[in-house]
């Protein structure tokens, strides 16, 4: 059982990053995933992490669902599963400086793509791309949000149609996260999922979801952009930093 603080500290911490996830998409899930990691194992972090965020994508494309873009979410999980399936054929499982490291990454690389560059998920073969290389990523990071993103520049979908669609394609990401990495935990005598946790951040990931629906709604477009993007290159900088002290370290 764990201590009744640290129980408390994941839920708040829950609440806070869903209720960001609620607004940007992917900044929460980013926040949720490296203090998880600080506070876990990899694959017990990994799970919790899967299990949160696939109820807060899951009430959020619930939420917008009449915005959502059916024909790339299905495109994204065929994607997904092919990454899967190649990452279950060995059974890898990152060290916690290779998931910092990446995690901190992934913003950087993401924006570091020309928008003339940029992929676009609307476009044939493009949103299968997003599905293997974002699932590769999150089996390794935990988190694919500011990849995932970089295919949805050039897209021409509103924002609300932008955060329905990267929040169903991210319930199917986050659900086979979760199935991997539980069926690791399944079969290790060293880690275990906490119940009370697991509830306790599925019932605050709801709730912050909900809070942010209305702070969405009054956001413009530009809005939604710029702070979505500082927030993401503030927290990969951290993670960064964190994740190469601790490969420095040994």
Request: charged share 10%; net charge positive; hydrophobic share 55%.
């Amino acid at each position: 059982m764990l201590p009744l603080t640290l129980v408390a500290g994941i839920g708040l911490t829950a609440l806070v990053t869903s209720f960001l996830s609620g607004l940007f998409g992917m900044a929460g899930g980013m926040v949720l995933m490296g203090i998880l990691l600080a506070l876990m194992p990899v694959s017990s972090a990994m799970l919790l992490h899967g299990i949160t965020q696939m109820t807060s994508n899951g009430w959020r494309a619930w939420l917008w669902r009449q915005h959502v873009a059916w024909g790339i979410v299905a495109r994204f999980f065929f994607g997904g599963a092919v990454a899967v399936a190649a990452f279950a054929l060995v059974g890898y499982v990152p060290g916690k400086a290779v998931s910092l490291i990446v995690l901190g990454l992934s913003p950087f690389i993401a924006f570091a793509v020309p928008e003339r560059w940029a992929p676009n998920v609307t476009r044939r073969g493009h949103a299968s791309l997003a599905g293997l290389l974002c699932m590769g990523i999150q089996l390794i990071a935990g988190i694919s949000g500011p990849l995932l993103d970089v295919f949805f520049v050039k897209s021409g979908l509103t924002r609300q149609s932008i955060v329905a669609t990267k929040a169903t394609v991210q319930v199917f990401g986050h659900l086979f996260k979760a199935v991997y990495f539980g069926s690791m935990i399944a079969g290790s005598t060293s880690e275990s999922m906490d119940i009370v946790v697991t509830l306790l951040s599925v019932g605050m990931a709801v709730l912050g979801t909900n809070l942010s629906r209305r702070v969405l709604d009054a956001m413009t477009d530009t809005q939604f952009r710029a702070w979505s993007q500082r927030i993401v290159l503030l927290t990969g900088s951290v993670y960064l930093g964190q994740g190469m002290l601790l490969l420095v370290a040994g």
